[in-house]
């Protein structure tokens, strides 16, 4: 099934994992963000380099794309049997190659590796920021090069069916290091809500974490999606604050 895809506020790869090596990051004190190049020469890009991620989307620091949608070359959007794994830094779900989830931009085809998720969102539109943001993480192995498609959600009265299975309490490993089964997830729904993400901002960053690598094509949409104020608290009192700020 082809989708066309564009826009939103997502190495080793099982892609652009949320983790890097074996020192010790996180998000405040003395392994927080403005400390991450201390850590270790490995980090050192995370000061050092020019293209950093997230950013503040403007006009200025990004392009609005209306007119070259992504396209999603997905065989199956409704993907069952996921693990979710708190890996510490985030909950993030691995996506099996034989999954084979695809998007094509500008006629180069990149496979979705895993997905994860920031409370609160880390990139900002116009100085705002929102309540989450997913990153849909892919890659393009023969070419070696990194795209993240971000989607931001505002919390709202209305719950999300694409995270109707990872948000129920059950369903979150709670520990780092634990993970859980989820019977599917709903990618279909989600893509629908956000228009296919037929509108994006894009620019070239980085990797939002440590080693926090430049290179990456970053595609963040425009339209803003919606999770309920329920599922937005069961996530987030897991997942704590986990955004890098903007660069």
Not at 90 to 114: A, E, K, M
Not at 137 to 154: C, D, M, P, S
Request: glycine share 6%.
């Amino acid at each position: 099934m082809i989708l066309k895809f564009t826009t939103i506020a997502l190495l080793s790869l099982q892609f652009l994992g949320a983790s890097s090596s074996d020192v010790h990051w996180g998000y405040d004190g003395q392994d927080g963000p403005d400390k991450w190049a201390l850590l270790s020469p490995e980090f050192a890009t995370c000061k050092t380099g020019k293209y950093q991620s997230p950013i503040d989307l403007t006009r200025t620091s990004a392009k609005i794309i209306t007119d070259k949608p992504l396209n999603i070359h997905w065989p199956n959007l409704r993907t069952p049997g996921l693990n979710v794994t708190n890996n510490g830094h985030t909950l993030q779900v691995n996506l099996p190659s034989h999954t084979n989830l695809t998007i094509v931009r500008d006629g180069i085809p990149y496979r979705l590796g895993q997905f994860h998720i920031h409370t609160p969102s880390e990139h900002h539109v116009f100085g705002k920021y929102f309540d989450m943001e997913i990153h849909f993480v892919l890659n393009n192995a023969k070419l070696n090069k990194n795209h993240v498609v971000g989607i931001v959600f505002e919390a709202t009265s209305k719950r999300s069916t694409f995270l109707n299975q990872i948000s129920q309490t059950r369903n979150i490993p709670t520990e780092a290091g634990h993970s859980t089964t989820i019977a599917n997830i709903d990618f279909h729904s989600l893509f629908k809500e956000v228009q296919n993400v037929n509108e994006y901002w894009a620019y070239e960053g980085s990797l939002t974490t440590p080693p926090c690598t430049e290179g990456v094509r970053w595609a963040v949409a425009r339209k803003v999606a919606q999770l309920s104020w329920s599922q937005f608290q069961a996530l987030r009192n897991v997942i704590k604050f986990n955004a890098r700020n903007v660069q």
